[in-house]
């Protein structure tokens, strides 16, 4: 048993999840765009995302997705990789200048599973994304 | 020239399109995403939104996403942990489409597998898109 599956054994109901920070910056989108092939552009574009409903540019949803899956991945270790699931509603665009924060926390822990409850803030405290976690913890008690 | 996405109607299924996990690829994400928590399962591992990246990367090689389009939610499964170097195959299908107040609302099920068709990642994406300008009659 790894490091970090031991530490997934002591998540009980209501522990919170150690949070992943981030600062958001174009440039980190635009590799993002890059490495994901996903060059729409209202994410890399600052002209045309003036123009839509969001008044400019926005970071990938998949992007802030890979930041809770950070945070899962260092909670729960390779329990993460083979059986974790995730369900995500984005509520609001995280945008350059952003500090976003991934946190959760456990809501269930019982009978082999773990389920916790997963959000991304801003700096001003709004919700950018928000959803459930769940990952098969059983084989490492 | 490939369609765009919002062309494409229900129950269209996407060609099988091979995923190959290169090593510099795998780098690239792992420091796009600045990932510090893969490197501490061990080495070769791929972090699992990698692979989701990659499989929504292929699905955008054979449907073009038009300008706009937003990513409203998304359900993943991650089923067995994936190394670099692996070669895994993307099928995919509009599960549902719909239009509604100028806008395209649009389901998308993904399914990961490997060579041996061992299933690796499931998922559903949930897209919109503004409906298309309507053309001129010449």
């Given at each position: 048993?790894?490091?970090?599956?031991?530490?997934?054994?002591?998540?009980?109901?209501?522990?919170?999840?150690?949070?992943?920070?981030?600062?958001?910056?174009?440039?980190?989108?635009?590799?993002?765009?890059?490495?994901?092939?996903?060059?729409?552009?209202?994410?890399?574009?600052?002209?045309?995302?003036?123009r839509t409903q969001?008044?400019?540019?926005?970071?990938?949803?998949?992007?802030?997705?890979?930041?809770?899956?950070?945070?899962?991945?260092?909670?729960?270790?390779?329990?993460?990789?083979?059986?974790?699931?995730?369900?995500?509603?984005?509520?609001?665009?995280?945008?350059?200048?952003?500090?976003?924060?991934?946190?959760?926390?456990?809501?269930?822990?019982?009978?082999?599973?773990?389920?916790?409850?997963?959000?991304?803030?801003?700096?001003?405290?709004?919700?950018?994304?928000?959803?459930?976690?769940?990952?098969?913890?059983?084989?490492?008690? | 020239?490939?369609?765009t996405l919002e062309a494409?109607?229900?129950?269209?299924?996407?060609?099988?399109?091979?995923?190959?996990?290169?090593?510099?690829?795998?780098?690239?994400?792992?420091?796009?995403?600045?990932?510090?928590?893969?490197?501490?399962?061990?080495?070769?591992?791929?972090?699992?939104?990698?692979?989701?990246?990659?499989?929504?990367?292929?699905?955008?090689?054979?449907?073009?996403?038009p300008p706009g389009a937003i990513?409203l939610?998304?359900?993943?499964?991650?089923?067995?942990?994936?190394?670099?170097?692996?070669?895994?195959?993307?099928?995919?299908?509009?599960?549902?489409r719909g239009e509604r107040q100028g806008w395209i609302l649009m389901?998308?099920?993904?399914?990961?597998?490997?060579?041996?068709?061992?299933?690796?990642?499931?998922?559903?994406?949930?897209v919109t898109m503004p409906c298309p300008e309507p053309q001129?009659?010449?």
């Amino acid at each position: 048993m790894t490091e970090q599956d031991v530490r997934s054994t002591v998540l009980l109901a209501g522990s919170e999840l150690a949070p992943v920070v981030k600062d958001l910056t174009q440039e980190k989108i635009s590799r993002y765009a890059g490495a994901s092939g996903d060059h729409n552009p209202l994410h890399t574009d600052a002209e045309f995302a003036a123009r839509t409903q969001f008044g400019g540019v926005i970071a990938h949803g998949m992007l802030i997705l890979a930041y809770l899956s950070e945070m899962m991945t260092a909670a729960f270790g390779q329990a993460w990789l083979s059986g974790g699931t995730l369900k995500i509603r984005f509520r609001a665009p995280a945008r350059p200048g952003d500090t976003v924060t991934a946190s959760g926390r456990v809501l269930q822990a019982e009978g082999g599973r773990t389920v916790c409850a997963v959000e991304c803030r801003n700096q001003r405290g709004e919700t950018l994304a928000t959803g459930e976690a769940e990952v098969a913890t059983g084989g490492l008690r | 020239m490939p369609p765009t996405l919002e062309a494409l109607p229900k129950g269209h299924e996407f060609p099988p399109t091979p995923l190959d996990l290169l090593s510099g690829w795998v780098q690239e994400y792992v420091s796009a995403v600045e990932d510090g928590a893969i490197g501490g399962l061990g080495e070769g591992l791929v972090p699992a939104m990698a692979v989701a990246a990659l499989a929504l990367r292929a699905l955008l090689d054979s449907a073009k996403l038009p300008p706009g389009a937003i990513h409203l939610g998304q359900e993943l499964a991650f089923l067995r942990p994936v190394h670099v170097g692996e070669r895994l195959w993307v099928r995919a299908q509009v599960a549902s489409r719909g239009e509604r107040q100028g806008w395209i609302l649009m389901d998308i099920h993904l399914n990961v597998g490997d060579e041996s068709a061992r299933p690796v990642m499931t998922g559903r994406a949930t897209v919109t898109m503004p409906c298309p300008e309507p053309q001129p009659e010449t």
